[in-house]
């Protein structure tokens, strides 16, 4: 058996609780079995062997009901930040930015090694700092993809050594400059071309990308028109197309998810209404 499996982690928890306080190593198995919410210690080390992610067994070996928990234990977040801190120096350097700290923490996967007892979360997060409000911008953020790498040692959490590995990351500036590239490039294209995909449209008159626009190519669009047919405009509805970042920026910018199109806008889609 592995030496960090949870039954072994359990045991020497047991071990440590009969010399504290000078028990039979039997009687402190089934103070702690119990204290966990098992009948006894053959149903716990049943529970091991068959589920060893049980919630209770958890708990009693881990500190926690479920593996992504670790991150945000004991000295674990703020080691995370200040391993960031470090990494990041040069990137965060060319912002006007200060105060760094994680924001949208997002654990992907959690894989539990029982040989060596390493946590591995794959996550996902944005690193946020406060923009100097006096200094041009350049970038205020960092969203990153990350390995993180855990122990659990004298029961506690710890970060281990050389235990983040950025796999992927870009800047908010960096993601801005994507965005009007690709802005351009769709405008460059509509003009070459006589007619567009309404995605396109809705791309160059919204100021969003393509992919975004395709998101929102099918809201409900009704016409606003005079009683004998003349169209004065159209409103369309991003309900319940719009989510997420999309919807927020929408609602930044337009203060609705209602927009009013201009008369002409579907001259030159591929469309008919």
């Known amino acids: 058996m592995s030496d960090f499996s949870p039954l072994n982690i359990f045991k020497s928890q047991a071990k440590q609780l009969a010399r504290d306080q000078g028990l039979k190593l039997s009687v402190a198995q089934e103070t702690l079995v119990q204290k966990a919410g098992f009948a006894d210690y053959h149903e716990f080390s ?63 996967t ?14 996902s997060l944005t690193y946020q700092g406060q923009q100097d409000q006096e200094r041009v911008y350049h970038g205020a953020a960092f969203f990153l993809t990350a390995t993180v790498e855990l122990l659990r040692r004298d029961s506690k959490w710890q970060l ?12 908010d500036a960096d993601r801005d400059r994507r ?50 047919g003349l169209v004065y405009s159209y409103w369309i509805n991003f ?18 998810l209602e927009y009013e199109l201009h008369a002409n806008f579907f001259d030159d889609i591929e469309h008919d209404f």
């Open 46 to 108: 049943v529970v091991a062997q068959r589920n060893p992610r049980d919630p209770r067994l958890m708990v009693a070996v881990f500190g926690i009901k479920d593996f992504p928990q670790a991150i945000h234990e004991d000295d674990v977040y703020a080691d995370l930040e200040q391993e960031l801190e470090e990494q990041l120096s040069d990137a965060i350097a060319e912002t006007n930015a200060s105060g760094f700290t994680i924001d949208a923490l997002t654990i992907n």
């Open 110 to 123: 959690a894989d539990y090694t029982d040989s060596t007892g390493m946590l591995s979360l794959g996550v």
């Open 160 to 171: 281990a050594e050389d235990g983040v590995s950025i796999a992927d990351g870009e800047s």
């Open 179 to 228: 965005s009007e590239q690709e802005y351009w490039a769709t405008v460059e294209e509509a003009r070459s071309s006589n007619r567009m995909s309404m995605a396109q449209a809705l791309a160059i008159e919204l100021g969003i990308t393509v992919d975004n626009a395709e998101l929102l190519a099918g809201s409900e669009i009704t016409t606003n028109e005079s009683d004998d």
């Open 239 to 256: 309900e319940p197309e719009a989510e997420g970042e999309l919807r927020a920026d929408l609602l930044a910018r337009f203060g609705s």
